[in-house]
């Protein structure tokens, strides 16, 4: 009797972490319980498992166990966002030139922090996209770098020459946020980098959270002004057509049908070269990965990674892109 109370429920634990991951990537930002489901601790899913596992194996039933490790394999992949890669490690390469980008929000930590400047002068990146940017110290710019965008909102760092080349307000994205678009002067010619800041879904969250149903309403209008939002920035850059590089804070998760749709044609650095889960944005509950590094062919991803916390509750993001890569 164990034995078959043992199939049974993990065969039923199975069909809901495949409903629950179709939910996800069918519907998130479209249907409001699979979008709060999207940003919250979607790690919860797996609890089931701290009993499930324990049961099949005093059943000692071979089929429970087949069932629950596909379960887990579906979990923490397609419906956790975990990533397996065997990326390229180093900056050198005979593919093509090489540019190495770190992007991170700074949550508006104090200028002069320490943390940052001994993280650049480790990876040594050769662009760094800040989002909700303080003013910047005069030592969190490495000597000689350009400077592109406002300081206190989205700044591009440069170690090449670089200049404005147009940006996007709050009053354009319909909510707090904005992007500056950079020409960076590289050795393989100019390449349009941009730097990204777009709304966030927190009102709307919190609005559930406090409110329960009441809630609704308000993430129904964020995750429209987001959707916009994407939508609007995605036209602004332009098809990935032209080697462009564009990072920063999307407030937006992968698994996002609106975020798949307006830059599904960009690769993603995490998801071409990313192992494990990426979380960027911390929470008390779960980490959620929604800072992104984005380029138009011919850039390919050789290499990324997560960096560890420096005063904010977001991780920075530092990939190594290939121009010209096979």
Known sequence: ???NWAVRLAATYFLAILVLTAVVWLAADEWWPATLFAFGPRWLAVLPLTILIPLAIAARSVRAGVLLLVAVVAAAGP????????PTFGRGTDEGYALRVMSWNTAGAAPGNSAFQRYVATVRPDLILLQESAVLAAADIPPGWSVVG?????VTLSRMPAEP?????????????????????????PVVVVNVHLPTPRP??????HHRLGGVAALKDITK???????????????????????????????????????????NAFSAAGIGWGGTKLTGWHAIRIDHILYAPPWACRWVAIGTPMGSDHRPVVADIVYGAH
């Open 150 to 154: 406002d300081r206190g909102g989205v």
């Open 79 to 86: 419906l956790l966002g975990g990533r397996i890669a065997v």
């Open 204 to 209: 709307g969250i919190e609005a559930v959270l």
């Open 1 to 3: 009797m164990w034995r």
């Open 225 to 267: 002004i987001r959707s916009r939002a994407l939508t609007v920035v995605a036209e602004w850059v332009g098809p990935p057509t032209d080697g462009a590089v564009v990072g920063g804070d999307f407030n937006t998760p992968v698994e996002s049908v609106v975020f798949r749709r307006d830059w599904g044609g960009y690769g």
């Open 165 to 189: 080349a147009g940006r996007l307000t709050e009053a354009d994205l319909g909510a707090p946020g904005g992007c500056a678009r950079s020409l960076v002067q590289t050795p393989i010619g």
